[in-house]
């Protein structure tokens, strides 16, 4: 590789074509391709000069090595760091779209909901990594990533120090980050703390609603005075009709003492998503100690047109993740654009309704299994958390087993599936999977019901919470897992609050949810003859053959509906009579 920092492109870096550059500064990135998956990437490598110094290379080092162990879906995936011939580099998924700064400056995100829904997924990477012990140290919009479907990536851990580690790269005194966003502690140069990051998420998250920066000055000497001892002023708040319990929010983020500001993201995002529920005249949850209660204050929010859900995205920009045994490829396109609610279900559910004494039992036993009763109301869908509602329904507390649909075959004059009685009903289309529905009296969940079922009434991310665990189910990368199918009344730890066993892991399930195949599923798929009019499903949930990414429950596989995969299943729903 040219010892020169600017590369004659396209140039080749190990196994990565780097084809464009893209910016920097001590680092500089590119977009590549990984010529071992043809996937596009975007490498960062440190330039000549910042290899030359020791500090400054340790600092690259430690940031590949503290993002790379970062999994949230609101933080940019590293997909692989290290050296090659004495150079760092950090290889990181390429992003389309612009940072928050750019958000900001073309008024992209014109709307309070819309505002409140970036904060939201940006204090929930913040409060990730902070559970993580890590401090991230240089918030601000330039390090946001939102991408076209409104999904925010925090971004660039270049200052970031991990609270448990022996590595401190700051020399005493030395004070990091962005001028505008620092904590008056970190002017000073005193010891950081989870506080700093919690002072520059509120000056953002000031920005983000006025469209203007709350601390200016003309030199760095005036800017630090204003950050030491000047009160921020709340009226272009007041003027762009933020509500009450927002500004509340930004004050006490952004307190001068580091004692008296909220003391964790936890009452952050708390208060955000109660700020988005009353937005969308829904139920608040119960705060948080160190929240602030609003339940009857007034507020000095003007009226605002609540904008029409985001369209759900194109079939082609959906999350795309075949079955490797069946299309021999990895085609992975992630689905974007989530935010999560902010405490495990315990803690958080809605107050109890009172139930009517003739109303559905809250469990039904048939000859199939048991079924849980879902209730009806309103919950959060897709990529853009839609607020969506169903009526009450029923759905299988576990995958259908083979022994089960053995029965159906043997009544249908169907092939009867080789596996244990105690497996998945594996290895069956949608049809197979529809008509054993049918028989037993009920049908294959709709896309709707599913993910009610996974995300609860409270659009949770994952069945289990909003922490992606790997060892909550049977997925790849789990030590605890076969590599295969498991009986579906094993790993209890696997359950919703509801009581929903794998609903994430050990086979995908079919939904009644049809897709349009993009070009590059057609191609995944295309041995098995199967064209763009013939039908295809969505499958969700994810298996022992994927990671925990498929866990989420706005995730969603597009495949024919032809496919026979000993990694898809399925469960039954039955309406409410």
């Given at each position: 590789m040219p010892s020169n920092s600017l590369l004659q492109l396209p140039a080749r870096f190990g196994k990565y074509e780097l084809q464009k550059f893209l910016g920097g500064g001590m680092s500089h990135v590119y977009m590549a391709v990984d010529t071992v998956i043809g996937r596009k990437v975007a490498v960062k490598l440190l330039t000549d000069q910042g290899c030359m110094d020791a500090e400054t290379k340790?600092?690259?080092?430690?940031?590949?090595?503290?993002?790379?162990?970062?999994?949230?879906?609101?933080?940019?995936?590293?997909?692989?760091?290290?050296?090659?011939d004495g150079r760092p580099y950090i290889v990181m998924e390429f992003l389309v779209g612009n940072d928050l700064r750019g958000v900001i400056d073309k008024g992209l995100a014109p709307d309070l909901r819309s505002q409140v829904n970036l904060a939201l997924q940006g204090a929930r990477a913040m409060q990730h990594v902070h559970k993580q012990g890590i401090l991230h140290r240089d918030i601000k919009p330039d390090n946001l990533h939102v991408d076209e479907s409104g999904r925010v990536r925090l971004m660039d851990f270049g200052i970031a120090k991990s609270q448990a580690g022996n590595l401190n790269l700051t020399r005493e005194g030395f004070a990091l980050g962005t001028p505008y966003y620092m904590a008056p502690e970190q002017v000073l140069g005193k010891p950081i703390t989870p506080a700093a990051d919690v002072y520059a998420f509120g000056i953002m998250l000031y920005e983000l609603l006025t469209g203007m920066r709350p601390v200016v000055g003309?030199?760095?000497?005036?800017?630090?005075?204003?950050?030491?001892?000047?009160?921020?002023?709340?009226?272009?708040?007041?003027?762009?009709?933020?509500?009450?319990?927002?500004?509340?929010?930004?004050?006490?983020?952004?307190?001068?003492?580091?004692?008296?500001?909220?003391?964790?993201?936890?009452?952050?995002?708390?208060?955000?998503?109660?700020?988005?529920?009353?937005?969308?005249?829904?139920?608040?949850?119960?705060?948080?100690?160190?929240?602030?209660?609003?339940?009857?204050?007034?507020?000095?929010?003007?009226?605002?047109?609540?904008?029409?859900?985001?369209?759900?995205?194109?079939?082609?920009?959906?999350?795309?993740?075949?079955?490797?045994?069946?299309?021999?490829?990895?085609?992975?396109?992630?689905?974007?654009?989530?935010?999560?609610?902010?405490?495990?279900?315990?803690?958080r559910k809605d107050p109890p309704k009172k139930e009517d004494p003739a109303g559905p039992a809250a469990r039904i036993q048939d000859a199939y299994g048991e079924m849980i009763l879902l209730s009806e109301g309103s919950f959060l869908y897709g990529l853009q958390s839609e607020v969506r509602r169903t009526p009450a329904f029923y759905i299988d507390k576990r995958e259908v087993s083979t022994g089960d649909y053995n029965k159906f075959a043997a009544?249908?004059?169907?092939?009867?599936?080789?596996?244990?009685?105690?497996?998945?009903?594996?290895?069956?289309?949608?049809?197979?999977?529809?008509?054993?529905?049918?028989?037993?009296?009920?049908?294959?969940?709709?896309?709707?019901?599913?993910?009610?079922?996974?995300?609860?009434?409270t659009g949770r991310a994952y069945p289990w919470g909003n922490e992606p665990d790997a060892s909550k189910g049977n997925f790849k990368g789990n030590p605890n897992s076969a590599g295969k199918a498991m009986p579906v009344d094993s790993m209890p730890e696997s359950a919703t609050p509801e009581g929903l066993l794998h609903v994430a892991g050990n086979v995908w399930e079919w939904t009644r949810d049809p897709q349009t195949p993009s070009a590059e599923v057609l191609r995944a798929f295309q041995a098995l003859k199967v064209g763009p009019n013939d039908?295809?499903?969505?499958?969700?949930?994810?298996?022992?053959?994927?990671?925990?990414?498929?866990?989420?429950?706005?995730e969603k596989n597009t495949v024919p509906a032809a496919l026979k995969s000993p990694s898809v299943g399925f469960r039954c729903a039955k309406d409410v009579k």
């Open positions: 340790a600092r690259f080092l430690s940031e590949a090595q503290i993002s790379g162990n970062i999994v949230h879906d609101n933080i940019i995936r590293i997909h692989d760091y290290g050296e090659i003309d030199t760095v000497e005036r800017l630090f005075y204003l950050i030491l001892h000047q009160p921020l002023d709340l009226e272009p708040l007041l003027a762009k009709g933020v509500p009450q319990e927002l500004i509340s929010l930004i004050e006490r983020t952004t307190s001068k003492k580091p004692e008296e500001r909220v003391q964790s993201f936890d009452v952050v995002v708390t208060e955000l998503e109660n700020a988005l529920r009353r937005l969308d005249g829904g139920t608040v949850a119960a705060p948080l100690p160190g929240a602030t209660q609003f339940h009857n204050a007034p507020t000095t929010v003007s009226p605002v047109a609540k904008t029409a859900p985001p369209a759900e995205p194109q079939k082609a920009a959906s999350s795309k993740m075949p079955m490797a045994a069946v299309a021999g490829v990895a085609a992975v396109v992630l689905a974007v654009g989530s935010y999560f609610l902010f405490k495990p279900e315990a803690e009544a249908s004059g169907k092939p009867a599936l080789p596996d244990a009685a105690e497996l998945p009903a594996a290895s069956v289309n949608f049809e197979e999977a529809a008509g054993y529905c049918t028989w037993a009296g009920k049908h294959i969940p709709t896309g709707e019901e599913w993910e009610r079922a996974a995300r609860g009434s039908p295809w499903m969505a499958i969700r949930g994810g298996g022992f053959d994927f990671d925990i990414r498929a866990a989420a429950g706005y």
